[in-house]
Structures are given as structure tokens and as C-alpha cells.
């Protein structure tokens, strides 16, 4: 079952804050987080893992609640370049696959 | 190192045709995911593979099949096309599955006319 992303889309001034959250109906094991850009491949942000232990990129800031499954991504201070469709990954155990929600489109305009 | 190739990039078959598209992954990755993205249904999950045996498969009919050989490449095979199926067809290499960073081909854009 594909996780709920909210919101679908939003659009921010360069230097705005923005949060991406991803819901699940079911238990999670880990999150996952991607960022699409138009007319490319997928590219990794963040895996959230039971427990607490993340791995990704520095600049990125994500957060994993377990009991209320769901995961939240912060983008601060956004950049034009943060511009791209975010889409959030999960799994609910160690042998299921990564299925992912249907995106959020985050525009970051001059 | 060169990333995940996926050929043919741009594919155009009739309906009731039937289609193999083929995934190159990292060198080293012996894990294969295969997904369907269409506009406003986000990623859609299709297969998962490790070292020839697919772990996982997604909510697709049979139509749709998938292997991977023993130099981890991998093929998706759809048989008696519809229009539905026109999508891009992304496929992620890893080097174990599970939790690990995937990258991501630049997928093959299938119309079904």
C-alpha cells in the first residue's frame, strides 16, 4: 500500500521553509527519500531506519516517527535548485520491497 | 564508475504486442528494482531481484514478468500490450537491496498506441 504524501504540491520563495510528510497506514520499518528533478532519474536523499540511525546526505534534515508512522522532510533556507518532485519510500519490514507515495511537486521561484 | 543504463530509452509498440526492456546496473549491485511511473500515480512498484531470484513483486498482472541473470542484469518483459502501459519503466540498482542508497537508470518512456 503507497504511503500519503502531503501536501501534493507547493510552490516557495528562494530562502522559505518547507515540510514534505509521509504517512503510512501500516507499520514502518524504514522511509526512504527521493528527489526527481524534470526529465531526470530519481536521485537518494535519506533513508530513515527503526531505531534512529539515518543515513544521507548532510544538508538534509528528515525525521522518523515510528509510533505515529510517518516521516517528515525539511527543506530550509530553499534553493532553486531544491526544485523537483520529492517522492517518500517504505518499507514495513526487512523483506518487503520499497514502495513509494505519488510525489510531492516542490517549485522554489526567484 | 558508470551508473545504471536502461535501453531502449524511447519505445513505440502496438497494442496487443508484447515488449522486453533491459536494465545494465552498477557494477558490483546485485540487487534490480524495477518501477512504473505515470503522472499522478508516482512510482509504482513492479519487481525486486537479488542475485537471480526475485524477492519481491508488486500488484501488476501477469502480463508483466521480469529475470535477472547471473551479471545482474535484468529484463522486464510485457506481453499483450494495452494503453495503459504507456508509462516510463525506471529501474534502481543497489548493492544489496533493503536499506541501501538505490540508483536510479534513466528509465525507457514505452507509448503503446
Known amino acids: 500500500q503507497q504511503p500519503v504524501q502531503s501536501p501534493q504540491a507547493v510552490i516557495l520563495r528562494e530562502g522559505e521553509d518547507a515540510v514534505i510528510n509521509c504517512s503510512s497506514s501500516?507499520?514502518?520499518?524504514?522511509v526512504h527519500w527521493y528527489r526527481q528533478k524534470h526529465g531526470e532519474a530519481p536521485v537518494f536523499l535519506m533513508i530513515?531506519?527503526?531505531?534512529?540511525e539515518q543515513k544521507g546526505h548532510e544538508k538534509i534534515s528528515a525525521s522518523f516517527n515510528e509510533k505515529k508512522q510517518q516521516s517528515s522532510l525539511y527543506l530550509t533556507a530553499s534553493q532553486l535548485s531544491y526544485s523537483g518532485t520529492y517522492f517518500c519510500?517504505?518499507?514495513?519490514?526487512?523483506?518487503?520491497?520499497?514502495?513509494f507515495g505519488k510525489g510531492t511537486r516542490l517549485s522554489v521561484i526567484a | 564508475k558508470a551508473g545504471v543504463t536502461q535501453t531502449p530509452r524511447y519505445l513505440i509498440k502496438t497494442r496487443g504486442q508484447q515488449v522486453t526492456l533491459s536494465c545494465s546496473p552498477i557494477?558490483?549491485?546485485?540487487?534490480v528494482s524495477w518501477y512504473q511511473q505515470t503522472p499522478g500515480q508516482g512510482l509504482q512498484f513492479l519487481f525486486e531481484?537479488?542475485?537471480?531470484?526475485?524477492?519481491n513483486k508488486g500488484n501488476f498482472p501477469g502480463r508483466f514478468s521480469g529475470r535477472q541473470f547471473s551479471n545482474s542484469r535484468s529484463e522486464m518483459n510485457v506481453s499483450t500490450l494495452e494503453l495503459g502501459d504507456s508509462a516510463l519503466y525506471l529501474c534502481?540498482?543497489?548493492?544489496?537491496?533493503?536499506?541501501?542508497?538505490?540508483?536510479f537508470g534513466q528509465g525507457t518512456r514505452l507509448t503503446v498506441v
Open positions: 530513515l531506519l527503526k531505531g534512529g
Open positions: 557494477s558490483g549491485h546485485r540487487s
Open positions: 519510500g517504505q518499507r514495513t519490514s526487512g523483506n518487503t520491497p520499497l514502495v
Open positions: 531481484y537479488f542475485s537471480e531470484t526475485q524477492r
Open positions: 501500516k507499520a514502518l520499518y524504514s
Open positions: 534502481a540498482s543497489s548493492f544489496a537491496g533493503g536499506d541501501t542508497e538505490a540508483f
